[in-house]
């Protein structure tokens, strides 16, 4: 049985930079499209991304983040490994944070390994548009998460 792989988009288009993780699932899925892995959108993520993800052995979900990054910096790290902090005042424009997915998955015995491609957010106001650090940085962005995704691949089928 093949290894299933899943490449997630998550984010809010309507809130220009949260809107960084489907922006750059499309232009992978235009330009750098691996055969059999699935590409899927779930925009602002709701509970069945959680019931997907049983589904695969690996998944890449890729959304934007707050952190001390500069602005259209790009962070992989696994979901283990994130720390999350709770930010007073600051409400979610997804149904699920990564730190809820986190614990859903944790506490659904979800197996699989699951990665964050995590891309510094500068603007999440109502629009529709990147701001345009991340706007620059877009082609880089997708090429950067498309030699991780080959990486994730590439483990795969050594059976790892």
């Known amino acids: 049985m093949s290894k299933r792989i899943a490449v997630i988009g998550l984010g809010n288009s309507l809130r220009r930079d949260d809107g960084i993780g489907v922006t750059i699932l499309e232009s992978l899925?235009?330009?750098y499209k691996h055969p059999g892995i699935d590409y899927l959108n779930f925009g602002i993520a709701s509970f069945d991304l959680v019931h997907r993800l049983g589904d695969y052995d690996t998944a890449l979900l890729i959304d934007g983040i707050t952190s001390s990054l500069a602005a259209g910096e790009l962070k992989i790290f696994s979901l283990d490994e994130a720390s999350f902090v709770k930010e007073e005042g600051v409400v979610?424009?997804?149904e699920l944070t990564l730190k809820d997915i986190f614990r859903l998955t944790r506490?659904?015995?979800?197996k699989a390994k699951i990665y964050v491609a995590g891309i510094q957010v500068q603007d999440i106001g109502f629009g529709e548009c990147l701001s345009k650090p991340l706007k620059d940085k877009l082609p880089?962005?997708?090429k950067q998460i498309d030699k991780f995704i080959g990486t994730i691949c590439a483990t795969q089928y050594r059976g790892k």
């Open 92 to 94: 979610s424009s997804h």
């Open 107 to 110: 506490d659904l015995g979800i």
């Open 140 to 142: 880089e962005l997708t």
């Open 29 to 31: 899925l235009n330009n």
